[in-house]
């Protein structure tokens, strides 16, 4: 039921509007009155209604003002302006402002009544546009999301220039205005399940964590599995040690009351540039990598890290310096089962890094370089690769001649590895996909199905699903799902004489409004015109 407010300092006149009209029985609600602007203003502010009705000329506070107030605050209220006065000047200043109709008086109540009808109808369909577009929009969120991981690999990679980021970032409502950015990695996940599944307390956590993500000081991006990146935004280097600081506190309060939950930071480098993004986003990965090296829970900042010293350096070796767990093989096995290939510099550079200096030693090198040999090799023989898929060390001669040679080796040897993870990956994954789309085949029509819904199908996060299906099929599981019922409904609108609104029904959006919106929108046409050929037409 809309609402009606009046506002008119001739008591006569306002009582004769209140109680000639029936409101309540043509659908309205006469919520409330008042006899001039000033005392209209607030109550107005406070009860909101949907249609206010004002005489031009009032003491204290006159209607044309009334109306720039309502406007500036409220703009989606509509103003009827009524008046004696026959002047231009008047009528004019109420089309600057926005009214919706400029009314002589004296008017009687029937004509007031279908001025406020026509005015009614107006306001309910700009409000049915705006649900539609509202749906449009939370059914595309998948979409969305994945645009805004887009938007976090150009800012990380420097592949766009600065133009261009704010332009993506403006088409996705983000302010990327800032004199100080620096890159927050964060990963968290439950020590009770495996990596890459999540438990009902990390859901719950990330949901959580999304209603922090409403400060303008940050901005969160989903990485996946990887967890999430957070760009923080400062005009001060102070004050975004301060934003950050305040983060990390309200991130540990979050995670207090969840036991067997870990949880892991990298901080990156302070820049003052996007086109410095980079390099705060590679200091983060060098810490963040630290967490296959680590056990305990922890934020831990780029700048706190040991500082690695040169080759050049002449240092005697010591092997008392070296701590026995930073070479432990479960390290590098934790790694192979949940790396990410663009991690595997940034893990083995931190790796060798807490070594304290032992790759110097040769002897030493050819130590730990055939013992990742070895993990690796009994990695990929255990996906049923051979082990002759990865690089030999008697392939590389030059592999155990200096320290560099070898991280190198190592690298190359890992990234071959999760490529060969990635393939028997894929083709685990390529079954899944085939199930979600068996699932839609059978489903469609239900206005319910849902990422959410399918992915307690496949027994998956929604998250990982929606990675899973994007990956398999090149398009978002929404995409497809809204490909899919798009094509059976002009399949129906060429080969039946159903009306658009029944075959709406029957691929799954029972609100017709809202089907000829999403068909106009993804096919440029409406579903009459669609059928007929004939661009002109209207819809049925």
């Not at 002009?490 to 000829?516: A, M, N, Q, W």
């Amino acid at each position: 039921m809309l609402k009606v407010f009046l506002v008119e300092d001739e008591f006569v006149v306002r009582e004769g509007i209140k109680r000639n009209i029936d409101w309540k029985s043509h659908g309205y609600e006469f919520c409330g009155e008042a006899g001039d602007g000033e005392l209209a203003f607030p109550m107005i502010q406070k009860l909101k209604p949907d249609i206010v009705i004002t005489d031009i000329r009032m003491p204290f506070m006159d209607g044309l003002t009334l109306s720039r107030l309502i406007k500036k605050e409220l703009p989606w209220i509509e103003i009827i302006i009524l008046t004696g006065y026959e002047e231009f000047e008047y009528a004019k200043e109420g089309i600057k402002i926005g009214i919706a109709q400029y009314l002589s008086k004296p008017i009687n109540g029937e004509e007031l009544l279908k001025e406020v009808d026509a005015i009614a109808a107006r306001i309910r369909e700009k409000r049915k546009e705006w649900e539609i577009r509202e749906k449009y929009k939370k059914e595309m969120e998948e979409n969305f999301l994945t645009y805004r991981k887009n938007l976090f690999q150009y800012l990380v990679t420097g592949t766009k220039s600065m133009e261009e980021l704010l332009d993506i970032a403006n088409r996705l409502d983000l302010d990327l205005s800032a004199i100080w950015y620096n890159i927050v990695l964060l990963k968290i996940q439950s020590q009770k399940h495996a990596h890459n599944e999540y438990s009902d307390s990390i859901v719950e956590i990330e949901q959580r964590l999304k209603e922090l993500d409403s400060s303008p000081s940050f901005i969160m991006f989903d990485r996946n599995l990887e967890g999430q990146a957070l760009l923080f935004k400062a005009d001060s280097m102070e004050q975004l040690e301060q934003i950050q600081a305040d983060y990390f506190e309200r991130l540990k309060g979050v995670l207090a009351g969840y036991k067997q939950i870990r949880y892991f930071g990298g901080v990156g480098k302070p820049v003052n540039r996007l086109r410095e993004i980079p390099l705060s986003f590679e200091c983060a990965s060098h810490a963040f990598a630290h967490r296959y090296l680590m056990e305990e829970s922890l934020i831990l900042s780029s700048d706190k890290m040991k500082v690695q010293k040169s080759y050049e350096e002449k240092e005697s070796f010591d092997l008392s310096n070296i701590n026995p767990k930073q070479i432990d093989r479960g390290k590098i096995r934790e790694f192979l089962k949940f790396g990410d290939g663009e991690e595997v510099i940034y893990f083995v550079e931190e790796f060798f890094k807490d070594l304290n200096g032992a790759m110097k030693s040769k002897l030493f090198r050819q130590y730990i370089i055939i013992d990742i040999y070895f993990n690796v090799a009994d990695f990929v023989e255990g996906m049923q690769f051979q082990k002759d898929e990865i690089e030999s060390i008697d392939s590389c001669s030059e592999t155990l001649q200096n320290e560099e040679n070898a991280r190198n080796y190592v690298v190359r040897m890992i990234k071959k590895a999760l490529d060969l993870r990635e393939k028997a990956a894929s083709n685990r994954y390529g079954d899944i996909a085939d199930q979600v789309m068996e699932y839609i085949e059978k489903n469609y029509a239900d206005e319910e199905l849902s990422l959410n819904m399918v992915a307690a199908y496949v027994n998956f996060s929604p998250n990982h699903l929606s990675m899973i299906f994007s990956q398999q099929t090149g398009q978002t599981f929404s995409k497809y799902l809204t490909d899919y019922r798009m094509n059976k409904a002009k399949e129906l609108l060429r080969c039946t004489g159903k009306r658009s609104s029944t075959i709406g029904l029957e691929v799954g959006y029972k609100d017709p409004h809202y089907f000829s919106y999403l068909f106009k929108k993804t096919q440029g046409m409406t579903p009459t015109q669609y059928r007929s050929g004939k661009p002109g037409e209207e819809d049925e």
